[in-house]
């Protein structure tokens, strides 16, 4: 059973998706507009069910999460949120799951909180020291808050045009209308130097001591698998790599079940 409730964290409130359960599994979504905890990680989080805990927050600048005052958001300001919920929840060791930004995020906060975060996985992960900007995220981090929009963002994250339906269209453009005020402080031009900002230097890579499963997908353009995925086997001492043939940016909507199963066996490793 989900519910949804605020905490606050650093005297700001996090809007969070969470369950009740076992060993804890921290859920951090990626950058796209209109994205949020909930909507990144619900039906995922339902499949899995028991016997986790489920930890998904709408990051700072996204849903209903504000961005701090005097804030622009970046790597520090989500990786020390992340942190601070989970000190405020009083959960002494947990996993995470991040998607795209949310990797970056999951793998800098693998590498200031050794004793609490158990394994990572990073999914179309950004935070690789070297990648650049690609043009498919540099539009979508620009996409205007309508159907146009939405349907451009959509045609870029799935590798199936099937999936870019009319509802789901409607859905995020709505979604994106609703965040767009927080939205619009959060990489404005030039947006080289976000992607930058959310790099994980090599010494933190290497200092990571929790296993990693990276999942990617073959096609993704927005977080290629040979500039995002591929160097991080030489920058982790402890990875695998699981990558998805006819797959985009998001596996976990692409591929739900085999995703599912990916999770299920790494989070259930001895």
Known sequence: MTELR??????????????????????????????TGSGAWAATAEALGPPWRWVAPDQAGFGGTPVPPGSRGGLKLWTGQAAGLMDALG?????????????????????ARPRQVTRVVAVSTMGTPGAPLSADLDAIWAAPADRHGARD?????????????????DARAAAMREGAAAYASLFPPPRARWADDLTVPAPELAGIRAPVLLVHGAEDRV???????????????????????????????????EFRQLLSGFLSRD
């Open 153 to 169: 963002m959509l045609s870029r994250l799935f590798y199936s045009p099937s999936l870019v339906t009319d509802a789901a269209v």
């Open 223 to 257: 977080t290629p698998l040979a500039t995002a995925a591929l160097p991080l086997l030489h920058h982790l001492p402890d990875v695998r790599l699981h990558v998805l043939g006819r797959c985009g940016h998001v596996p976990a909507v692409e591929h739900p079940h």
């Open 6 to 35: 605020t905490v606050t964290v650093g005297g700001s409130p996090v809007h969070v998706l969470h369950s009740h359960g076992g060993p804890t599994v921290l859920m951090l979504h990626g950058s796209g507009p209109g994205t």
């Open 91 to 111: 959960v002494e060791q947990y996993a995470v799951i991040g998607h795209s930004m949310g990797g970056a995020v999951a793998l800098a906060l693998a590498a």
